[in-house]
């Protein structure tokens, strides 16, 4: 991994790994490489890197994720750190657990186009204060799953910024994104904390962004989302995906976010 972010073993959940990755094949158990960031729980990152997986289409419907030990295996954790990642992604539909069986990736879920007459589709709420808290801005490899969500080759350098947003001092969304170092080679040095990002890139980059493709599911708060937004585990949050195009047609940014449901929803306006 390119990245100034040193991991540490120290994380809660994380075990010893000395003699503990015999016999396990990453290539063979569809598993790219993991190194932890330092102050995130581990039951988190890898929820989030098994969602990147699932969202690639890594795994076909139906078809049963690598078991418990040999994921404990790949990510050097406790099972009890593994279980919690994967309860998480029971809780957002992505995943089923069946008893005695093992765990499988969820069937599709059906899709409904806001199409026809439906001619506006968009967020009822405060707008978002410009900039917001930086948990994370940090250059990485592009593994296989994040690659072919931007269209790029594995290993081609990204951006991973992770943000709180605010309105009006109040926080109400984590937005983690992952945008080609090509297209904004310096982003790390760019008032990411006081200005929205679309005029980052249009102001210092002339990338000027011209249309995107968003997914909204619901789903609740786990620990990690109601820690950032001062909500109590389990509070109905929108998840986000969206992809955002340059004028161009270019990939500039794969999003992934949560938005607090007590204070926004999305409304459909028919013609």
């Not at 990755?21 to 995130?40: I, M, N, Q, Y």
């Not at 690639?56 to 279980?83: D, I, K, M, Q």
């Not at 500039?252 to 028919?270: K, N, Q, S, T």
């Amino acid at each position: 991994m390119d990245s100034t972010a040193a991991a540490t073993p120290a994380a809660s959940g994380a075990v010893s790994t000395s003699g503990s990755t015999a016999g396990f094949d990453g290539d063979r158990d569809g598993l790219d490489g993991f190194e932890p960031r330092p102050a995130v729980a581990l039951h988190h990152q890898i929820k989030e890197d098994l969602f990147l997986h699932l969202r690639s289409g890594r795994w076909a419907p139906g078809a049963e994720l690598p078991t418990e030990e040999a994921l404990c295996r790949h990510y050097r954790v406790s099972r009890g750190t593994v279980r919690r990642a994967i309860a998480d992604l029971v809780t957002d539909g992505y995943v089923e657990r069946h008893r005695g069986r093992g765990t499988f990736v969820s069937r599709p879920k059906l899709e409904s186009g806001v199409v026809g007459s439906y001619s506006r589709f968009r967020v009822i709420g405060p707008p978002l204060d410009a900039g917001g808290r930086i948990l994370a801005c940090r250059r990485i490899r592009a593994a296989k799953d994040v690659a072919a969500m931007l269209q790029l080759d594995a290993g081609t350098p990204l951006w991973n910024l992770e943000r709180v947003r605010f309105t009006d001092g109040q926080p109400v969304s984590i937005q983690t994104s992952f945008l080609p170092v090509a297209l904004c080679p310096d982003l790390a040095r760019q008032p990411l904390a006081e200005r929205h990002l679309i005029d980052v890139l249009r102001d210092a980059y002339g990338v000027h962004l011209g249309s995107a493709t968003e997914y909204i599911d619901p789903t609740v708060a786990d620990g990690y989302a109601a820690k950032h937004l001062r909500v109590k585990v389990r509070t109905p949050l929108f998840q986000i995906e969206r992809t955002t195009f340059t004028t161009t047609g270019t990939i500039a940014e794969f999003r992934r976010a949560v938005l607090r449901g007590d204070i926004y929803r999305y409304r459909i306006e028919l013609r």
